[in-house]
């Protein structure tokens, strides 16, 4: 049986949980960001699982492999006695500046690992960013913008009168909304997928043929959006919402999977 690790994404707002059995990710879920005290309280359950596990006494706890944008979340997890704490310095990208988010350069890693070079991630999560390499592969670079959820809240909070907008369930609403939450929905979407249209294409430009893979939470409806405005350029784009958690595969089995 292919050893049981784990790995755990620290992002601004949720945690991102994996659990493979060797080069096999088994499942995923999420959890809200943890207390001190909860932390505490899934170490000693992690701790439990192993001991209950055939010849426990020869097994040490399972490793955990943390990529964290949240220094205070990843304080928590330092007592977890098998936890691995990756850095940029582990990823082998040429030219990651020192301030670079580690979710989006395993991201790109994985992306990498798994299409080739040169290769570019639009990352739908918290913060919407597009992050490409060259053939190298070292970093070209990229963009940072606020996500869906927050442009939404952001229009909410920081005006008088503008309410929390619903995105419908089709993949787009009007353009031309006759209702107020009908209009930031459209003025949002409709200007956010304009945007990414415009990225690949300059992308494309400069490297023909160039993968380009969509992730994060947002992702698919991203996606759906881009079939219906951009049918032709989504044809050529790829879906996979563990691009994080492949690229710390990569970096754990340091080969390109």
Do not use: C
């Amino acid at each position: 049986m292919d050893q049981t690790w784990l790995t755990l994404v620290i992002g601004n707002s949720r945690l991102h949980w994996g659990r493979f059995d060797g080069t096999t990710l088994q499942t995923t879920w999420e959890t809200p960001h943890l207390s001190k005290s909860e932390v505490q309280g899934v170490i000693t359950e992690l701790a439990r699982l192993t001991q209950r596990l055939p010849g426990a006494s020869l097994l040490p706890q399972s490793e955990l492999w943390i990529a964290s944008v949240v220094p205070a979340q990843a304080e928590l997890w330092t007592s977890y006695p098998n936890a691995k704490f990756l850095t940029l310095a582990q990823i082998p990208i040429a030219n990651l500046y020192p301030t670079l988010g580690i979710d989006r350069a395993l991201a790109l890693w994985g992306a990498i690992s798994t299409i080739g070079s040169p290769a570019l991630v639009i990352d739908a999560g918290t913060a919407l960013t597009f992050t490409g390499a060259d053939q190298q592969p070292q970093l070209v670079g990229g963009a940072i913008l606020p996500g869906l959820g927050l442009q939404l809240r952001a229009l909410n909070q920081n005006t008088a009168a503008l309410p929390l907008a619903q995105l419908p369930d089709r993949p787009l609403p009007d353009r031309w909304a006759r209702d107020t939450q009908g209009a930031i929905a459209s003025g949002i979407l409709y200007t956010l997928l304009a945007g990414i249209e415009s990225f690949i294409q300059d992308w494309w430009q400069q490297f023909p043929g160039s993968g380009v893979v969509l992730t994060g939470g947002d992702s698919d409806r991203l996606l759906q959006g881009m079939q219906y405005l951009f049918p032709t350029t989504a044809s050529h784009l790829q879906h996979n919402s563990h691009l994080v958690l492949q690229g710390i595969q990569a970096i754990k089995f340091k080969q390109l999977l």
